[in-house]
């Protein structure tokens, strides 16, 4: 049996008031158990726990079944049941009794008792995902800090040990900015001015974000393990009024077929899913492990088909004290048209070209005295295309800093980016074009707000971009909103 907090100690808490039959000191007679039937429910339930306590689950089993003869929803006789029945090496009988006590129980002190009775028979049995879901259930019924804790401790016990993970993620974000639009009305292209498309212009909304990730360690030995994983992410937009209005008057002066332009938010929406295969290896003893991943996948721009990609990366952490680390990365993405073939308002071809991105970074981060984290960032970054607006080399720097003492309950951290990015030719300037951006974050995680182990966090960001080219000049500003796991 695995080692999980709840013990018989996790069922003191469960109270169940004072008898006659409670005062008496040392193990029940083997005489009280057969005429238990003649006792009353508070009798029974106090007489099944001196047997438990006295380690005689077998006979507390038989005054639990026959109190739940009479009552087939009492809680209390469910959860000492699940007791019971896992002090006797029967988990799949405990299982069953403490799901049904946890959905008989009126109380939260009933609901954390039943719920981690139902994780450790679980696990017991070899579920860790239905174990670590109970686990969740027990953590927001939990009836004080310490009991969060120890859901906390088991929890990552479960995580370590469980070869399958899932991650869920979900954000909404008010945006000035959702598709990037320029800051200009027009655009030079060569000698002549355009009128930028209401499209290109900034439209306001809310972006909504939601990610699935799922990983199994197929092989785990002393140095090496080997994962397979699945990703699924999707981002879509929901349009003020003002953006839906903007968008109906390029309907409405279009002198072509209408049915490309962009009507909705979900005709900016963005999809992509992939398979990742994930080996992390300890190449010399005493160091940390070094990770390689190769993902293939798909995009989806539109709703229509906008990408095929591969994937190779690399990851590996050095520890320069207790207190400092300095990470490595190496990675690259080759994209392929995935649009089929189309053709322009003339007839002609459309070609899409391929994209290969390609870089490096190092990462330095070091906790504080105070507890702070700080971390340095530099990252080189190569984009190669025949399309010379996707052809650029980039220098990216970032400063982060988290914030260990919580200001009125909430703790706090900052991001800051810096990027320019050098292009060759382009029809946008005369020359060679440059951009350089900043972006700035600010995140507040409420831990004093939780929902089943989740906090929402809530992060400001704003951005800007200066270019000569003025399609590409921008700026945004976004508030989100989503919810992160507090253990």
Do not use: C
Not at 408 to 418: N, R, Y
Request: aromatic share 8%; hydrophobic share 40%; net charge neutral.
């Amino acid at each position: 049996m695995i080692r999980l907090h709840l013990a018989t100690a996790a069922l003191a808490a469960f109270s169940f008031g004072a008898s006659p039959a409670a005062s008496q000191s040392g193990p029940a007679p083997a005489a009280l158990v057969q005429g238990a039937t003649a006792l009353s429910a508070e009798d029974m339930r106090v007489l099944a726990q001196q047997l438990l306590n006295a380690g005689r689950a077998s006979d507390a089993a038989q005054v639990l079944n026959a109190l739940l003869d009479r009552d087939p929803s009492d809680p209390a006789a469910l959860i000492l049941g699940a007791q019971a029945a896992l002090d006797q090496g029967q988990p799949a009988q405990a299982t069953g009794l403490a799901q049904r006590g946890y959905r008989a129980a009126g109380d939260d002190t009933s609901r954390y008792v039943a719920a981690r009775l139902a994780a450790r028979a679980h696990a017991s049995q070899g579920h860790d995902t239905r174990a670590q879901f109970w686990l969740r259930r027990a953590r927001q019924a939990a009836p004080s800090a310490s009991g969060a804790q120890s859901v906390a401790q088991d929890y990552a016990f479960l995580r370590n040990r469980n070869p399958l993970s899932f991650n869920l993620e979900f954000s909404a974000s008010p945006s000035n900015n959702i598709n990037n639009g320029s800051r200009s009305d027009t655009a030079t292209i060569g000698p002549f001015v355009t009128v930028l498309s209401e499209s290109a212009k900034p439209l306001s909304g809310v972006q909504f974000d939601a990610a699935v990730s799922a990983r199994y360690r197929t092989l785990e030995t002393e140095r090496a393990q080997l994962s397979l994983g699945f990703d699924l992410r999707t981002t879509t937009y929901a349009l003020g009024q003002s953006a839906k209005d903007a968008l109906q008057r390029d309907i409405d002066a279009s002198f072509t077929d209408p049915s490309d332009l962009p009507r909705s938010g979900s005709d900016f929406s963005y999809t992509e899913a992939s398979f990742s295969l994930i080996q992390k290896r300890i190449l010399k003893a005493g160091a940390r492990p070094t990770t390689v991943t190769l993902q293939v996948g798909k995009s989806w721009y539109g709703g229509d088909p906008y990408q095929r990609f591969i994937a190779p990366s690399i990851s590996h952490t050095f520890s320069l004290s207790q207190t400092d680390q300095v990470r490595l990365d190496g990675f690259g993405r080759k994209n392929q048209s995935a649009r089929g073939d189309r053709t322009d308002a003339f007839g002609s071809p459309i070609v899409d070209p391929d994209i290969l991105n390609y870089g490096a970074g190092i990462n330095y981060s070091t906790l504080q005295p105070s507890g702070n984290l700080v971390s340095l960032g530099v990252a080189r970054r190569i984009s190669s295309s025949d399309s010379a607006e996707n052809d650029f080399t980039a220098w990216r720097v970032s400063a982060g800093l988290d914030l260990a003492k919580p200001i009125m309950d909430v703790k706090f951290g900052f991001g800051l980016q810096l990027e320019e990015r050098n292009y060759g030719e382009s029809i946008y300037v005369d020359g060679t074009r440059r951009d350089r951006s900043v972006n700035a974050q600010v995140a507040a995680q409420f831990d004093n707000v939780e929902y089943y182990g989740f906090s929402p966090v809530v992060t400001l960001g704003v951005g800007r971009t200066f270019s000569a080219a003025e399609r590409f000049d921008t700026e945004y500003a976004t508030v989100g909103m989503d919810l992160r796991s507090a253990f």
